[in-house]
């Protein structure tokens, strides 16, 4: 996908953007633009793509700016059934990808990102959790119980981990099969409560995932044949999605298991550094780093805490900075919030469906800055410094990334149904998922006043 933006004097940027083609290094002139001098001169930026859960950085972050908007509202370019789950959409080469459940079966669908119109689906396992906890919600807003994990798109391949552990890649413009492992039989696993809710992620050649058995917890696997890399652990697996990020130079995954942080060195599988931190019921938010700092938080009256990373004479360590246990102030149900200058925003509460707060939180100290209430378990990612929100009623809030103030620039009604999911942005559109329905809005230049 592409951005164009025309150029207002075109003969005087047709000679500088000349003298600028032959200037430039042929490497320099390939990574960042591509001229085309017709009769018009544009220039054409590669906009980011958002091809996994969290976004093409595991940030939940994009590096796109955002058209000026206001409170308008906007009209969807295109709305599509998409019954019961809590899974985003991933969208990338043309086609966004999500699960949903119909006729008692988690089903992986993709669509033609332009139109909403569904090129295929694919029946994984039964939509049986176990429990009812999916279906709860505010009073008027209740059930949807569905998938919770997200697909990623990679080349001409999206993949998959379903609710029983079982990771496929299927070829992303017909369905096909191309590989898939039952980490549960063929790898020892043993299923959790709720049952999978972890996404696959993506990094350069591997796919990597949790769910083996002694020895095997942690593995990756080549994404193209579908052939183990690594395995690794001794652990039990979460509902949160591993983080891949670089701390001291070192390329790496850190898993949120139940014993706490567990980071190992991405091309290895070889154990880096732990963290031992609280489990209780359940931990499903991510983990967010910020240079050697991570931060982690869970529900179920754990809290959230800060840790420092250090690497001296070869040798791994952390350390705690702060830790606040309870629910009520760093708490992280399932939405993992996003990074900006030091301060963290999300949805910081455990079970307040329909009025629960975003909150700004200072990382260094876990200070609350602010927090502005109505928005239930929703999700938050940042785009252009500014937060988009999806509150659990199916609105779309965007805001300052600011630890000053809460500073709302505009919101409007997206979907109707129970919203628990994080929205994806690519090429100045957002797509949105509920336990009903999912959608596509263009936010180019459709709105006015940030």
Same mark, same amino acid.
């Given at each position: ?22 200037? #430039? ?13 017709? /009769? ?7 906009? *980011? ?13 994009? @590096? ?17 059934? /998409? ?38 689906? /694919?029946?994984?396992?039964?939509? $049986? ?8 919600? /505010? ?5 949807? $119980?569905?998938?919770?994990? #997200? ?30 492992? +039952? ?19 993506? *990094? ?22 579908g052939k183990l890399v690594w395995k690794t652990g001794t652990e039990t697996v979460t509902h949160a999605t591993p983080v891949v990020t670089d701390i001291h130079g070192v390329r790496q995954v ?35 780093? *910020?240079?050697?700092?991570?931060? !982690? ?21 952390? +350390? ?34 329909? *009025?629960?707060?975003?909150? !700004? ?28 929100? @999806? ?27 129970? !919203?628990? #999911? ?29």
């Amino acid at each position: 996908m592409q951005r164009h933006c025309k150029i207002r004097s075109q003969f005087k940027i047709r000679l500088e953007a000349f003298d600028w083609f032959i200037e #430039t290094p042929p490497s320099v002139f390939m990574n960042k633009y591509s001229l085309l001098l017709a /009769a018009g001169m544009t220039v054409s930026v590669v906009a *980011d793509e958002w091809p996994q859960y969290r976004g093409p950085h595991h940030t939940g972050a994009s @590096t796109e700016t955002m058209a000026p908007w206001g409170t308008g509202g906007l009209k969807a370019a295109w709305k599509t059934p /998409a019954p019961n789950g809590f899974s985003s959409f991933a969208v990338a080469g043309g086609f966004a990808a999500t699960l949903y459940a119909v006729q008692g079966k988690e089903t992986v669908a993709v669509l033609e990102a332009g139109s909403g119109r569904t090129v295929w689906t /694919a029946a994984l396992d039964a939509a $049986d959790y176990g429990h009812d906890g999916g279906n709860a919600g /505010a009073n008027d807003n209740k059930g949807g $119980d569905g998938p919770r994990s #997200t697909p990623s798109i990679d080349g001409g391949s999206v993949y998959v981990l379903s609710a029983d552990f079982v990771l496929a890649s299927f070829s992303l413009q017909n369905g096909r099969k191309q590989w898939s492992h +039952d980490l549960l039989r063929g790898y020892a696993g043993q299923q959790i409560k709720w049952k999978n809710a972890a996404s696959p992620v993506v *990094d350069g050649d591997l796919v990597i995932v949790g769910g083996g058995g002694a020895g095997q917890s942690l593995l990756a696997f080549n994404k193209a044949t579908g052939k183990l890399v690594w395995k690794t652990g001794t652990e039990t697996v979460t509902h949160a999605t591993p983080v891949v990020t670089d701390i001291h130079g070192v390329r790496q995954v850190i898993f949120f298991c139940v014993s706490g942080l567990v980071s190992v060195e991405i091309n290895s599988g070889k154990l880096l550094w732990k963290q031992p931190f609280k489990f209780a019921v359940s931990t499903a938010a991510s983990p967010i780093v *910020d240079g050697n700092v991570v931060f !982690c938080s869970a529900g179920y009256g754990v809290g959230g805490g800060a840790y420092k990373v250090s690497l001296k004479g070869g040798q791994w360590s952390s +350390d705690e900075i702060w830790r606040i246990p309870g629910h009520k102030h760093v708490a992280n149900h399932w939405s993992t919030p996003v990074l900006k200058d030091g301060h963290l925003y999300g949805m910081f509460s455990f079970k307040k469906y329909g *009025d629960g707060p975003l909150k !700004c939180v200072e990382l260094a100290t876990g200070e609350i800055k602010w927090s502005k209430s109505g928005f239930g378990p929703g999700g938050v990612i940042l785009v252009d410094g500014k937060l988009i929100a @999806t509150s659990d009623a199916g609105e779309v809030v965007i805001s300052k990334a600011t630890p000053k103030a809460y500073s709302e620039i505009g919101r409007f009604k997206a979907i109707d149904g129970k !919203c628990w #999911t994080h929205a994806a942005y690519s090429n100045g559109q957002i797509y949105v998922r509920s336990t009903k329905e999912g959608a596509r809005f263009d936010l180019r230049g459709g709105l006015e006043g940030n």
